[in-house]
């Protein structure tokens, strides 16, 4: 059983910025790639930035330029840094890890309860 807790959302004007953190906890064997999508009122989930466990990263061409997908494997962590927020950014954000278990040895996908991020005008 794995479980990823996210922090860090919040209310921020225009061009602010703000980061996000997931932990991830549990029976972990390994992580391999680690990823934040966003959900709008009414949408699907759609991808923001992934990252592989030595640090390739890629990014959704809406946030190109101006967020950042980092990890810290010691701490089981991956951050997301938001700068020049955008009003078009708001939208609930949700961390992915894909974990291998230590107690199955498989490999498998899990998800963080989500944090909202408001961007005002």
């Given at each position: 059983q794995v479980q990823l807790v996210e922090?860090?959302?919040g209310l921020v004007q225009a061009g602010g910025s703000l980061r996000l953190?997931?932990?991830?906890?549990g029976y972990i064997g390994s992580i391999n790639d680690m990823g934040w999508y966003r959900q709008?009122?009414?949408?699907?989930?759609?991808?923001?930035?992934?990252?592989?466990?030595?640090g390739s990263a890629n990014y959704a061409n809406s946030v190109k330029g101006r967020f950042t997908i980092s990890?810290?494997?010691a701490k089981n962590t991956v951050y997301l840094q938001?700068?020049?927020?955008?009003?078009?950014?708001?939208?609930?954000?949700?961390?992915?890890?894909?974990?291998?278990?230590?107690?199955?040895r498989l490999r498998?996908?899990?998800?963080?309860?989500g944090t909202r991020?408001?961007?005002s005008s």
């Open positions: 922090s860090g959302g953190s997931c932990v991830a906890s709008y009122p009414g949408e699907q989930r759609e991808l923001v930035a992934t990252i592989t466990s030595d990890r810290d494997n938001m700068n020049r927020l955008k009003p078009e950014d708001t939208a609930v954000y949700y961390c992915w890890s894909l974990v291998v278990v230590s107690t199955t498998d996908p899990y998800w963080g309860q991020v408001t961007v």
